[in-house]
């Protein structure tokens, strides 16, 4: 019976396969680029809100505290997003016809609270506290960033377990005394380790558990 395939097709075969192998390794380190990229985690690009919330103007401008608005930051896990009660004790008295402020002042009249869009939002499965790094002085910046200088929120870093660990494996290099952690300008001394060092004493802070997986995944 005559070959109906010639010796050559067989290698073609082979390098086909070869090559198929090749393109969907490719395919999977693109795929897992793409994954880690900011088109993916949204990492430094500012969303737009219902009603374009400054916090460059109203932090850095006008000088007001984060406590001011994000009340439970310092008690409990959530740092809490203000309701339009506390835009209107300005609001109520200025810039009070600016079409921009209509949403606030609509959610005032009906009670409807405004939905903000999230900029930080953790999987289900992973717990966190924000009242726990407050106490033990990791600053605000450490985490989202310039907050005082974005016209819009943006995410900072990606949030992903291996940026938590970072920080939980030597969080000498991070932490800053208590009364630092709202300031945005606070800059960390050329000797960062051996304050950190002495805050890790201070605060009590115990670094064999903060890498434990059921600290975060409870
Ligand atoms: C005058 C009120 C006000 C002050 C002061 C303020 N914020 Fe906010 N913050 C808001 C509002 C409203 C939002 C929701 C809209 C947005 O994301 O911009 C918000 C959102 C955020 C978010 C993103 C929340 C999310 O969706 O993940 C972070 C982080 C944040 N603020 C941090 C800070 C820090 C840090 C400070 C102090 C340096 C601060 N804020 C001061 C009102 C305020
Ligand atoms: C302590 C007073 C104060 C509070 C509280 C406050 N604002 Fe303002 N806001 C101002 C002032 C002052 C201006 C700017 C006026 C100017 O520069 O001419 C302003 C301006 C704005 C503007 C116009 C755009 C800009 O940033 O210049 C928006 C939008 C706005 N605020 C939204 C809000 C929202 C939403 C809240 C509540 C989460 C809020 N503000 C809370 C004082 C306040
Ligand atoms: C150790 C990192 C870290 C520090 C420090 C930190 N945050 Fe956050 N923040 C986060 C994470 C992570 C989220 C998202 C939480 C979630 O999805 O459950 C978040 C969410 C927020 C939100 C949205 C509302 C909420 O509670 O989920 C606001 C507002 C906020 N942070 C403000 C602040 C302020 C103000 C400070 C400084 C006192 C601060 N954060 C310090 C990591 C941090
Ligand atoms: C810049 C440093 C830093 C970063 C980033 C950071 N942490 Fe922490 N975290 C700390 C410190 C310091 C403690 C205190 C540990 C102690 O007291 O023993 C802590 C404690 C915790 C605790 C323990 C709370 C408790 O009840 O004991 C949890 C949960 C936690 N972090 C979750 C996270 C998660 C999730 C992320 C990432 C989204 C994160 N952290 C990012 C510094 C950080
Ligand atoms: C400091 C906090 C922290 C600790 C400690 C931690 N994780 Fe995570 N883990 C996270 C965060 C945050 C995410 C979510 C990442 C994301 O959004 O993609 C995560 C995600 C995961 C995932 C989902 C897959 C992935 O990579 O996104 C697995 C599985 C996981 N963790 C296992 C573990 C195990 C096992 C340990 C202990 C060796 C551990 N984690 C310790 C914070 C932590």
Known sequence: MAQIFRRSTNTLAKLSIVGGALLAGGLLSLVMVIARSPWVNDVGVAKEQVVPFSHKHHVSGLGIDCRYCHVSVEQTAFAGIPSVKTCMTCHSQIWTEAPILEPIRESWRTDKPIEWLRIHDLPDFVYFNHSIHVKKGVGCVSCHGQVDQMPLMWKEHSLDMQWCL??????????????????????????????????????????????????CHR
Request: proline residues 8%; glycine residues 2%.
């Open 166 to 215: 970072e920080c939980h494996r030597q969080p000498e290099q991070f932490i800053r005394p208590r009364e630092q952690v709202f300031r945005m300008d606070w800059q960390p001394p050329s000797d960062q380790l051996a304050l950190g060092e002495s805050l890790i004493k201070e605060y009590h802070i115990d670094k064999s558990k903060m890498t434990n997986c059921s600290i």
